[in-house]
């Protein structure tokens, strides 16, 4: 039984201070999650707790044969879509306003965003926006797999057990997700600099 | 292998090591530089994903996570009713078609409970001299009427509906003869007024 589950059981006995470990724990990933779903920080720390709220709740239906991380971001995956849906605050951000100003593709400034430069905060809070911007575009499934892939580094397993559906159907969102983002960076990178695209093409 | 099969390799080449794909496309990379192209931007659009903002959770959060707690258990009632009458969960439009139902509904039991019960048998005088002359006739049928019938004649009922005054006289003088059996007279005007019903 890894660390978690003990401390679930022991939230199960009755020991709060655990479950304070417990979100202590989760806390940040759990937020930034959901933030990658809603793009809304106040709304994405709501549903965090939201979450935490429900695991409580629940906590005497847990049982330690799944990972305490595989059930709570089954449950922040159901809160966050059930949200949306309801609220249908599908972010399908705008149009990039505004010229980039140094002439470069989105593409190659995410891809040399690594290197520190003198305008790094500048260009990581572009990149920011970019990402945001490409990850809104997505559809659901493909957005929540790639997320859990990438952020969380949960395996396709994992993933399919939280999104309760095969693990071929989880590999399929993402290599969706991947061309989708692909396409979504490159129309970006067109807007902001038609040039550089042509130059590409 | 062509440029479709590449593009799709690489995508599969993402999910795990496989020495023989991986030469294959190699190969396929060497002279095509769209697919070589293609690689690139696939792969810096997935290590983009690494430049996206990270929130830091608020510094109250585990404090607003235990007033939710301490809500519910303050008012468990609260809880136990929304699990059992998943109030929250019911769309508006549920509960207009739930309301349209029990209008509905209140409406048929009205209107059947408005139909006045069948009303009381009212009884006539008629009906309550039929009644009576049925009881005498029962009275009377105590007597085999068969053997009665077979012993003196048909029954003449023009004779019988006859008024009385006129039957009178056909009797014969001094022959006061006797009525065969006490109140057949009156049965057969009963019997007449029977089947003539």
Same mark, same amino acid.
């Given at each position: 039984?890894?660390?978690?589950?003990?401390?679930?059981?022991?939230?199960?006995?009755?020991?709060?201070?655990?479950?304070?470990?417990?979100?202590?724990?989760?806390?940040?990933?759990?937020?930034?999650?959901?933030?990658?779903?809603?793009?809304?920080?106040?709304?994405?720390?709501?549903?965090?707790?939201?979450?935490?709220?429900?695991?409580?709740?629940?906590?005497?239906?847990?049982?330690?044969?799944?990972?305490?991380?595989?059930?709570?971001?089954?449950?922040?995956?159901?809160?966050?879509?059930?949200?949306?849906?309801?609220?249908?605050?599908?972010?399908?951000?705008?149009?990039?306003?505004?010229?980039?100003?140094?002439?470069?593709?989105?593409?190659?400034?995410?891809?040399?965003?690594?290197?520190?430069?003198?305008?790094?905060?500048?260009?990581?809070?572009?990149?920011?926006?970019?990402?945001?911007?490409?990850?809104?575009?997505?559809?659901?499934?493909?957005?929540?797999?790639?997320?859990?892939?990438?952020?969380?580094?949960?395996?396709?397993?994992?993933?399919?057990?939280?999104?309760?559906?095969?693990?071929?159907?989880?590999?399929?969102?993402?290599?969706?997700?991947?061309?989708?983002?692909?396409?979504?960076?490159?129309?970006?990178?067109?807007?902001?600099?038609?040039?550089?695209?042509?130059?590409?093409? | 292998?062509?440029?479709?099969?590449?593009?799709?390799?690489?995508?599969?080449?993402?999910?795990?090591?496989?020495?023989?794909?991986?030469?294959?496309?190699?190969?396929? =990379? $060497?002279?095509?530089? %769209?697919?070589? &192209?293609?690689?690139? /931007?696939?792969?810096? @659009?997935?290590?983009?994903?690494?430049? !996206?903002?990270? =929130? $830091?959770?608020?510094? %109250?959060?585990? &404090?607003?996570?235990? /007033?939710?707690?301490? @809500?519910?258990?303050?008012?468990?009632? !609260?809880?136990?009713?929304?699990?059992?009458?998943?109030?929250? &969960?019911?769309?508006?439009?549920?509960?207009? @078609?739930?309301?349209?139902?029990?209008? !509905?509904?209140?409406?048929?039991?009205?209107?059947?409970?408005?139909?006045?019960?069948?009303?009381?048998?009212?009884?006539?005088?008629?009906?309550?001299?039929?009644?009576?002359?049925?009881?005498?006739?029962?009275?009377?049928?105590?007597?085999?009427?068969?053997?009665?019938?077979?012993?003196?004649?048909?029954?003449?009922?023009?004779?019988?509906?006859?008024?009385?005054?006129?039957?009178?006289?056909?009797?014969?003088?001094?022959?006061?003869?006797?009525?065969?059996?006490?109140?057949?007279?009156?049965?057969?005007?009963?019997?007449?007024?029977?089947?003539?019903?």
């Amino acid at each position: 039984m890894d660390a978690d589950a003990l401390l679930m059981q022991k939230v199960k006995d009755g020991d709060d201070r655990a479950f304070d470990l417990l979100i202590n724990r989760y806390k940040k990933p759990l937020i930034n999650f959901v933030y990658r779903m809603v793009h809304d920080p106040a709304l994405a720390e709501e549903l965090a707790q939201e979450v935490f709220f429900r695991v409580y709740l629940a906590r005497h239906r847990y049982t330690p044969s799944a990972r305490f991380s595989t059930w709570l971001f089954t449950v922040a995956t159901n809160t966050t879509l059930k949200h949306l849906r309801k609220s249908k605050r599908w972010v399908r951000e705008a149009e990039l306003s505004g010229d980039s100003g140094d002439g470069g593709g989105a593409l190659d400034r995410l891809g040399a965003v690594s290197g520190e430069g003198a305008f790094e905060a500048v260009e990581r809070e572009e990149l920011g926006i970019l990402v945001r911007q490409a990850l809104g575009q997505l559809p659901e499934k493909e957005k929540v797999a790639l997320t859990l892939r990438k952020y969380e580094d949960c395996s396709y397993q994992e993933i399919a057990e939280i999104m309760r559906c095969s693990v071929a159907a989880i590999k399929t969102h993402i290599h969706r997700g991947k061309l989708r983002l692909r396409e979504i960076l490159l129309r970006m990178e067109r807007r902001l600099d038609p040039a550089a695209s042509q130059r590409q093409v | 292998m062509n440029c479709e099969q590449t593009r799709k390799t690489i995508l599969v080449l993402d999910d795990g090591p496989d020495p023989d794909l991986e030469d294959q496309v190699n190969r396929h =990379l $060497e002279g095509c530089e %769209d697919c070589r &192209r293609f690689r690139r /931007q696939l792969h810096q @659009a997935w290590e983009a994903l690494d430049g !996206a903002p990270v =929130l $830091e959770p608020s510094a %109250d959060f585990n &404090r607003r996570v235990w /007033q939710r707690i301490e @809500a519910r258990r303050e008012s468990p009632a !609260a809880g136990l009713w929304r699990s059992i009458w998943p109030v929250s &969960r019911m769309p508006l439009a549920g509960w207009a @078609a739930l309301l349209v139902l029990a209008m !509905a509904g209140g409406f048929l039991a009205y209107q059947v409970h408005r139909q006045s019960p069948p009303a009381a048998v009212q009884f006539t005088a008629g009906d309550l001299q039929d009644s009576q002359m049925l009881l005498e006739l029962d009275t009377l049928m105590s007597v085999d009427e068969t053997e009665f019938l077979n012993t003196f004649q048909e029954w003449d009922l023009s004779r019988d509906s006859a008024p009385a005054e006129e039957e009178a006289p056909a009797a014969s003088p001094g022959q006061n003869k006797p009525d065969p059996v006490p109140g057949s007279q009156n049965m057969s005007r009963l019997a007449t007024r029977a089947f003539s019903a």
